[in-house]
């Protein structure tokens, strides 16, 4: 079965320190692979997206991830935080079909101002 | 587009009682997934509807929920009886088929409490 693992349940960080969120899924197919992060009381959105193509993939608010075919890996980076940037944040993965999303079991990331 | 629209945002009911979570997707779109999150769980996928039919619905789990879409418009997760442990946050999303097209939207959620 399919499954995305995140390894970081909880991140604690200062303003201004760099951030990689680790990603990693199981299925050896053809993947698309998402970013969502939630903000307090709200709902998913959208941070970036991987299809195909340059595997540094750059979203929105100065984040990027990098697809890594080989270690089956998808991390989440910003080289520097901002308080705005607490949130959680799931990874997930849609092998094609169907549509269906299978996500990871997100990160808590704490930016301490 | 106005979004994924879902309502109530809050639910507050009493062990035992029916709950009716609502839908409204993105028009156009022909996929709605409706997902539960707790502490415990992250986030699960209950069922997923293409085209107003069910297509995967092992992550309900049990008969007590069940979930219909009569038409491209709406869609509605019933929980019947409900019990304490389906305290959660209940989100809908759609998407639009098609290759590249994956990416979905998601509603602002239920907040459902059962006490």
């Known amino acids: 079965a399919q499954s995305v693992s995140q390894h970081n349940h909880h991140v604690i960080l200062s303003e201004a320190a760099s951030l990689e969120l680790g990603c990693n899924y199981s299925?050896?197919?053809?993947?698309?692979l998402f970013w969502y992060v939630q903000y307090p009381g709200q709902h998913l959105q959208l941070l970036l997206k991987y299809f195909s193509g340059d595997p540094l993939v750059k979203g929105i608010k100065g984040f990027e991830a990098e697809f890594i075919k080989s270690k089956f890996s998808f991390n989440l980076r910003k080289p520097s935080v901002q308080w705005s940037d607490t949130a959680e944040y799931f990874c997930a993965v849609n092998k094609g079909a169907g549509n269906m999303l299978t996500f990871g079991g997100g990160t808590r990331l704490m930016v301490k101002p | 587009d106005a979004g994924v629209i879902q309502s109530p945002r809050h639910e507050v009911t009493e062990m035992g009682q029916e709950v009716t979570l609502r839908c409204k997707p993105i028009?156009?779109?022909?996929?709605l997934f409706w997902y539960r999150q707790t502490m415990m769980r992250g986030l699960e996928l209950l069922i997923y509807?293409?085209?107003?039919?069910?297509?995967?619905d092992s992550g309900m789990p049990e008969d007590r929920f069940s979930a219909k879409m009569p038409n491209a418009s709406f869609s509605t997760l019933k929980i019947q009886p409900s019990e304490p442990r389906d305290s959660a946050v209940y989100f809908c999303?759609?998407?639009?088929?098609?290759?590249?097209?994956?990416?979905?939207?998601f509603g602002q959620g239920t907040r459902l409490t059962v006490v």
């Open positions: 028009s156009g779109h022909d996929y």
């Open positions: 509807f293409n085209n107003n039919v069910p297509i995967d």
């Open positions: 299925y050896g197919g053809t993947v698309n």
């Open positions: 999303a759609s998407s639009l088929a098609g290759v590249g097209n994956t990416e979905a939207f």
